[in-house]
């Protein structure tokens, strides 16, 4: 038996759904609205799980399923489970330990994890509390380029593995709950890697936090009164984003390019892999392809860019036949349960990343909590494998699934 499959279950959480309406009681209304909340009327949010329903698995018996091996390789881990903890923003506005709890978590489980730029712990102090663990950075690539190198450098001294560099952000989505709560990260906390530049000179204060800006404007202390300005176009000039670093105003670049973008970026994350999160058509795949990247995550950001956009399952298998085995085409968005992984590996996806349930686990109990959220989907996934009569991860093809048509018929895949 595995350390999984010992572990006591807690008897008032056996689910993610049951994880995150327990989350819902322990987190303060604007981070609960904040964390969930999709784009517009949330459509895509809804439909990123919705999605998963119109598949069925086709189970094989009389197999020989004593042993299950449920490890795959990823960014040069073996990684114990297909599956990663995405990057998600601000995880202290969860509990108090935030990003560094979920490291633990991630780690003592073997399951890598990726970390937001807009953290609310430093990508040090997370790749410390990684240990051995393979971690990846979420980058938004800013028009003031510098801010990015200094980042993408710190990185690669911490030992990431790769950027991920999220590209369906040129603008930001509407999040109509974030407008009508005027969502502010609280005084107490800070947007860490951008809160003390390592980088400035030696004996500078860390920057301090304007409590009256969405997300936590951070202020300097040689610059009190300089406020962020978000980048726009006088003609035909693109003036960048000023002042200190927010989320609405420096994460939202409407003039990254395939052209331009990547190839810079690879020499300068060289020797990380570079990846592009936010991909959802073939076309763009291809692109991908073409200007070679180490891989490729298909997301709509969790349904919060653009409502009315197809569920990332739904995107899936266009973007597997048009890589057809060039690079790793990962997946995320709506993931809730271990059937779910399986059925994302079954369509094609070589890895899928799952993002809510870790933030649901922290509102719940911390460490422990993230550390239920990965059993939960662990265990789950284990036992769906070995009853659809599968023994490795590699087995899982679309021999497994059917789709439910409109018509309540099934159809192979």
């Not at 069925?56 to 903890?85: C, E």
């Not at 712990?121 to 410390?128: F, H, I, P």
């Not at 978000?230 to 960048?240: I, S, T």
């Not at 009315?308 to 809730?336: Q, S, Y």
């Amino acid at each position: 038996m595995t350390s999984s499959q010992t572990t006591p279950h807690d008897l008032n959480c056996l689910t993610i759904r049951e994880l995150e309406l327990l989350a819902r009681d322990r987190m303060d209304k604007q981070t609960r609205d904040y964390y969930n909340e999709g784009a517009d009327d949330g459509s895509t949010l809804a439909e990123n799980q919705a999605a998963f329903t119109k598949y069925r698995i086709r189970p094989r018996v009389l197999r020989d399923v004593s042993i299950i091996d449920t490890t795959v390789n990823v960014l040069g881990q073996r990684n114990a489970s297909p599956f990663g903890i995405a990057p998600t923003a601000m995880q202290r506005l969860a509990h108090s330990d935030g990003e560094i709890a979920t490291a633990r978590a991630c780690a003592k489980a073997g399951i890598i994890m990726g970390l937001s730029s807009f953290s609310t712990s430093t990508l040090e102090d997370v790749k410390q509390a990684s240990g051995e663990n393979a971690n990846a950075l979420q980058l938004y690539l800013f028009e003031e380029k510098n801010h990015s190198i200094k980042l993408i450098n710190r990185a690669k001294k911490a030992g990431y593995k790769a950027v991920l560099l999220t590209v369906d952000t040129p603008y930001l989505g509407r999040r109509n709950l974030e407008i009508r709560n005027q969502f502010k990260l609280p005084a107490h906390l800070k947007i860490a890697n951008f809160a003390d530049n390592p980088d400035d000179k030696e004996g500078s204060e860390p920057d301090a936090v304007d409590p009256e800006h969405p997300l936590g404007q951070q202020i300097s202390n040689d610059s009190q009164h300089k406020k962020s300005e978000a980048g726009y176009r006088e003609g035909d000039k693109r003036v960048a984003p000023t002042g200190p670093i927010t989320f609405h105003t420096h994460a939202p670049n409407p003039t990254l390019s395939w052209e331009d973008s990547i190839p810079w970026l690879k020499k300068v994350a060289h020797p990380m892999q570079v990846w592009v999160k936010g991909i959802a058509t073939s076309e763009d795949a291809l692109l991908a392809l073409h200007h070679n990247v180490d891989g490729i995550i298909v997301s709509n950001h969790g349904g919060r860019q653009l409502n009315g956009a197809l569920a990332t399952l739904d995107a899936l298998p266009d973007v597997v036949e048009a890589v057809r085995g060039r690079c790793p085409v990962h997946v995320d968005g709506g993931i809730r349960h271990g059937t779910d992984i399986f059925k994302a590996l079954a369509l094609g996806a070589d890895f899928v990343w799952v993002g809510r349930p870790a933030l649901w686990g922290l509102a719940y109990k911390g460490e422990e909590g993230v550390a239920l959220a990965l059993k939960l989907l662990m265990d789950e996934f284990r036992l769906c494998m070995s009853l659809a009569g599968v023994t490795k991860v590699s087995e899982i093809t679309k021999d497994y699934l059917v789709r439910m048509n409109s018509d309540g018929f099934v159809s192979k895949l």
